[in-house]
């Protein structure tokens, strides 16, 4: 099988939220010698987009999508296992990231901690459903520089809000700066709350920290 056929493949199990199919498919791309961020930025992450797609039109729910998160988490950890040494740069900052509380879906957060990994800084994933208290004590506990939040539906991106608040209060926020995702959320959404920005995908949080602390 060559690349785009594997890329073609790891898109739709995703779509299909078919855990076993695309761990499989994963350890026999790593065998044919491939590139493990290639399926990480490409076919995995095309697979979330459409997702997100159907979603957004109503045509799959939320259970469909706590699968495919399973799935998608299962499988960046295959691939993330793999990456070499050489491919993980020195520590640019410390970033502490996790799902907003009431939203229990995790799907892209996990591509978006492998990929700051990948580019040299310290992830510490708190999961999903993470209380708002946890995310100030984890941040406080690691001396983080950077906050980040996913949140997947509107119901729970007022969360963020709240966190900028919480951080205000335990004295961190003048000390970090915070950025928000997730599918609920827009760039004037992020200005409107006070996070210092907003980011589409994975990609487009690895390039705005890069250029933060690099």
């Not at 994963?26 to 990480?40: H, Q, R, S, T, W």
């Not at 410390?94 to 992830?123: P, Q, S």
Request: aromatic letters at 6%.
């Amino acid at each position: 099988m060559d690349k785009s056929e594997y890329m073609e493949k790891a898109a739709q199990y995703v779509i299909d939220a078919d855990e076993e199919a695309v761990v499989q498919l994963a350890k026999d791309y790593l065998n044919d010698g491939f590139d493990p961020v290639e399926m990480i930025e490409g076919g995995l992450s095309d697979g979330l987009r459409v997702l997100g797609d159907l979603f957004d039109r109503g045509e799959v729910f939320l259970p469909h999508l706590i699968i495919a998160s399973e799935a998608m988490t299962a499988t960046v950890k295959v691939l993330e296992a793999s990456l070499p040494e050489k491919d993980v740069g020195k520590k640019l900052a410390t970033v502490v990231i996790g799902t907003i509380e009431g939203d229990v879906h995790d799907i892209g957060k996990g591509i978006v901690a492998t990929m700051l990994r990948v580019y040299g800084f310290e992830v510490i994933d708190l999961g999903r459903d993470v209380p708002i208290s946890t995310f100030v004590e984890k941040a406080k506990e690691h001396n983080a520089d950077v906050v980040g939040t996913s949140a997947l539906m509107t119901t729970t991106q007022v969360g963020q809000r709240t966190l900028e608040k919480a951080l205000t209060e335990a004295g961190l926020r003048d000390k970090l700066i915070t950025m928000v995702g997730g599918a609920a959320t827009t760039e004037h959404w992020a200005s409107k709350i006070g996070a210092n920005f907003w980011a589409e995908n994975a990609g487009d949080t690895v390039m705005k920290l890069k250029e933060t602390f690099s």
